[in-house]
């Protein structure tokens, strides 16, 4: 199965400062099949950017995704107070889907 | 709003069954694949099913094959997740989440929570 690695495992970051979350694939993802959730606490995960790069309906502008093969990074260009969850990644090329272990960001 | 409802979470002990039921409106149940993805408090996300829309097709994470079983009822819009002989690690919140059309996980419920324990 493909194992992701995300990092770093917290990141604390004052609002207005740019973010970046880095996705690391075990092997390639094929087709760019790589997506980001936000999950804050006592909530569902949220779906933020599809197939690498593709921003889901409704999300901010602040989010992108890029990336290709087997690195892959979510930015949030400015953050905000809301931004504060956690964030992760997942393949969706193989079975069985994975996850990575998480990415928790901190606004300061 | 597209929605999708999980309910019969629950208390079971070890070597027990438990049923998950989700209900989805508001969409097309029936043209869409969908899964279960589950999560231990504090923990993270790990697939745990997924069926094709007419149900024809199921998959399973190793750690749950044999033991759970994914099925929907397309007339009635709900997807099931049947969990026999139950164990502690199965302790966790089970989301429904639907496949899009582009194969990504689009909408989540909010999820139900599965307590294995005697």
């Known amino acids: 199965e493909i194992v992701l690695t995300q990092s770093p495992g917290t990141l604390s970051l004052s609002p207005g400062e740019r973010a970046t979350l880095s996705c690391r694939a075990s092997?390639?993802?094929?087709?760019?099949?790589l997506a980001w959730y936000q999950q804050k606490p006592g909530q569902a995960p949220r779906l933020l950017i599809y197939?690498?790069?593709s921003t889901a309906t409704g999300i901010p502008e602040r989010f992108s995704g890029s990336g290709s093969g087997t690195d892959f990074t979510l930015t949030i260009s400015r953050l905000e107070p809301e931004d504060s969850a956690v964030y992760y990644c997942?393949?969706?090329?193989?079975?069985?889907?994975?996850f990575g272990q998480g990415t928790k960001v901190e606004i300061k | 709003d597209v929605q999708l409802v999980e309910s019969g979470g629950g208390l079971a002990q070890p070597g027990g069954s438990l049923t998950l039921y989700c209900a989805a409106s508001?969409?097309?149940?029936?043209?869409?694949?969908m899964h279960w993805v589950r999560q231990v408090p504090g923990k993270g996300l790990v697939w745990v099913s997924r069926?094709?829309?007419?149900?024809?097709?199921?998959t399973y994470a190793d750690s749950v094959k044999g033991r759970f079983t994914i099925s929907r009822d397309n007339a009635q819009n709900t997807l099931y997740l049947r969990m026999n002989t139950l164990r502690v690690e199965d302790t966790a919140v089970y989301y429904c989440?639907?496949?899009?059309?582009?194969?990504?996980?689009?909408?989540w419920g909010k999820g139900t929570t599965v307590t294995v324990s005697s």
């Open positions: 989440v639907r496949e899009a059309w582009g194969n990504h996980m689009d909408v």
């Open positions: 092997q390639s993802v094929g087709r760019n099949y």
């Open positions: 197939g690498a790069s």
């Open positions: 508001e969409f097309s149940f029936k043209n869409y694949w």
């Open positions: 069926i094709n829309s007419d149900g024809s097709s199921t």
């Open positions: 997942q393949q969706y090329d193989l079975s069985p889907r994975t």
